[in-house]
């Protein structure tokens, strides 16, 4: 605290900004602010005020209030399965991915052999395209010509992909393959600066490897724990990519990602439907948004 | 970032002589269960890679595990040739090389106002430009569609005479997603550097820019390094703004493209391997070559100082 305040004391009157500085402050700073406000906030409002609306995407604006949003919640019937799925990526990502690639970080932290070709390993499949790990998922599990079926043996092939029931699971694994590294990552860092004198000092004082994980370790990893749960919920609400690769996101693969797409792109060009999908998936990140924000502010004011 | 624990001296390692022998069975468990779990997640690339060497009908007759009897490139090269891949991947470089150099400079420096200027409503456009990289796409891709059907752009540009159906179209998407996360983690970077270097260059009468270009910049070469290795990947693997501003087939990114790819070769899927493959290799040559700064990029953003 005496630091910050000798700092400020420190810090030099108003500052006179020749032209030239405020020159180059508006350009640099203006393009960036612009572009952020034009391709980013402003499209989120403009889908917000769209989402009340019937628009083809052609022909006149028409004010339908709440239309939408009723049409969506009673007679659609991809929404509550695409919402369902989407707080199933969720809890696959939250609760298998990252506490399984928080089991790995402890273990390659632990200071084993080969640790880094460990690491490696286990992050490539981050670095892969989601695209890519779609295309993957379907030479591994598809019916006919997939290896996992040619494995398996047997007179009637599962369809793992087909199969409405089964499919979602198989991509959630393929979601978590890649998440799982993700985290490691995260908390491999978080580990690395960990001051190893507390782990010392509770092993000094009888600690159990494991009480001293629960009890000294994984407190003072909490930043990154923000940061994991931030990540895993902002990544399943995106999810996208793996499920339009493997069939567009159709039969049992559905996603509110995906409903925003079939409803803009395409011949069906409801614009003031798919709008209103996407301002659903607005509200609910922007909740965590939020919180993540006020949390950071807070750590900002601390300095 | 670590300065913390550098400064505090490690304290001498008690002697753990007699647990010795239980360690080592740990570490013996520790290594199975690692080299197992890196195997299996190594596994579906390799799978990729055998079937990309292999004729499909050799696959087929005899079974994905079988003993090769051929191996060959022929599919990459079919790949290559007969879907022009290589057009796809100068589609690629063209959005991601400018996409991520614009990205960098535009982000450094309103990472450079908001964190060493001391500007007024610097918090605000922190957080404007966090928020907006926190945002799931599908949210501004409606309006974005519109708004670029309706801007005009000259022949020269964009054949399609709109920004819709152009680079252009995706570039900029791209530079103003991925401002958001560069500004964060430039800002928290820059917060670490000292203040003292650039009150010295004020005293000394430098203007904003030279504080920006010659005091500030030179200082966060390894955290524009670890970013750049980081956004070209994203932007390179992007698959959904190729998809959605882009209708002219010859225009999209290589991984957009691959979907094409697929229901043109939708019965060999061997050949299939070999263009996923082949639009994995570039991320991983760059993982590879580049794994520390990569990793860096992340954990900067993560770990605030």
């Keep these: ?303 | 970032m670590t300065a913390p624990a550098a400064t505090a001296p490690p304290a001498p390692r008690p002697a753990h002589a007699p647990r010795a022998p239980a360690r080592r069975r740990g570490r013996f468990g520790v290594h199975l269960f690692l080299s197992t779990v890196s195997l299996a997640f190594l596994a579906p690339l390799l799978l990729a890679v055998y079937a990309s060497l292999r004729p499909y009908e050799e696959t087929a007759a005899y079974g994905y595990f079988s003993l090769p009897r051929h191996l060959s490139f022929d599919y990459y090269h079919q790949a290559f040739t007969d879907s022009g891949m290589g057009r796809y991947f100068l589609n690629s470089l063209l959005i991601a090389v400018p996409g991520v150099l614009l990205t960098l400079f535009l982000a450094s420096f309103v990472a450079f106002a908001v964190s060493r200027l001391r500007i007024r409503g610097g918090l605000v456009l922190l957080m404007l430009f966090t928020a907006g990289n926190l945002l799931p796409q599908q949210v501004i891709v409606t309006p974005l569609y519109v708004l670029f059907n309706k801007i005009p752009l000259p022949y020269w540009m964009s054949a399609s005479l709109t920004m819709y159906d152009s680079l252009w179209a995706v570039i900029a998407v791209q530079i103003a997603f991925q401002l958001g996360f560069c500004v964060f983690v430039l800002a928290n970077f820059m917060r670490t550097l000292p203040r003292e270097i650039l009150e010295a260059a004020i005293v000394d009468g430098a203007g904003v820019w030279a504080q920006y270009r010659r005091v500030t910049l030179p200082l966060c070469r390894p955290a524009l390094a670890a970013l750049g290795t980081l956004q070209f990947t994203w932007m390179y693997n992007d698959f959904l703004w190729g998809l959605v501003f882009l209708s002219d087939g010859d225009k999209l990114p290589v991984t957009s493209a691959l979907n094409n790819l697929r229901g043109q070769f939708f019965t060999d899927y061997n050949l299939l391997a070999a263009g996923s493959v082949l639009v994995a290799l570039p991320t991983i040559v760059v993982f590879l070559l580049l794994q520390r700064h990569f990793i860096a990029g992340l954990t900067l953003g993560a770990s605030k100082g």
């Design chain 1, 1 to 303: 605290m005496p630091n910050t305040r000798a700092r400020r004391a420190k810090r030099p009157g108003p500052r006179h900004h020749t032209r030239r500085d405020l020159a180059v402050l508006g350009v640099l700073l203006g393009i960036p602010i612009l572009l952020d406000l034009a391709l980013i906030w402003g499209p989120t409002l403009a889908s917000v005020g769209l989402s009340f609306t019937t628009w083809d995407g052609i022909g006149a604006i028409h004010w339908a209030g709440l239309t939408n949003y009723d049409n969506l919640f009673t007679t659609y019937p991809q929404f509550w399965p695409a919402v369902r799925h989407n707080l199933l990526w969720l809890a696959a990502l939250g609760l298998l991915a990252a506490p399984f690639g928080l089991l790995l970080a402890v273990l390659i932290d632990r200071g084993v052999r080969f640790s880094r070709f460990y690491q490696s390993t286990l992050y490539m499949p981050v670095v892969l395209s989601l695209a890519v790990v779609g295309f993957i998922a379907q030479l591994i599990l598809s019916r006919d010509q997939g290896a996992l079926n040619a494995v398996i043996g047997g007179r009637n092939p599962t369809d793992w992909l087909g199969n409405p029931g089964l499919n979602i699971w198989m991509v959630l694994l393929a979601a978590c393959w890649r998440h799982t590294g993700y985290v490691m990552i995260l908390y491999l860092a978080g580990l690395k600066s960990v001051d190893p004198g507390l782990k010392e000092a509770a092993a000094l004082d009888g600690a159990s490897e494991r009480q001293a994980f629960f009890r000294i370790v994984l407190p003072t990893l909490r930043p990154v724990n923000v940061i994991v749960g931030v990540i895993t919920v902002i990544e399943s609400l995106r999810a996208f990519d793996i499920v339009y690769a493997i069939n567009k996101g159709r039969n049992g693969l559905e996603l509110l990602s995906v409903l925003v797409t079939d409803n803009i792109i395409g011949e069906a060009g409801r614009i003031g439907f798919g709008s209103a999908i996407a301002v659903v998936l607005l509200l609910v990140s922007l909740g965590f948004i939020v919180t993540y924000l006020v949390q950071e502010l807070r750590g900002e004011e601390r300095r």
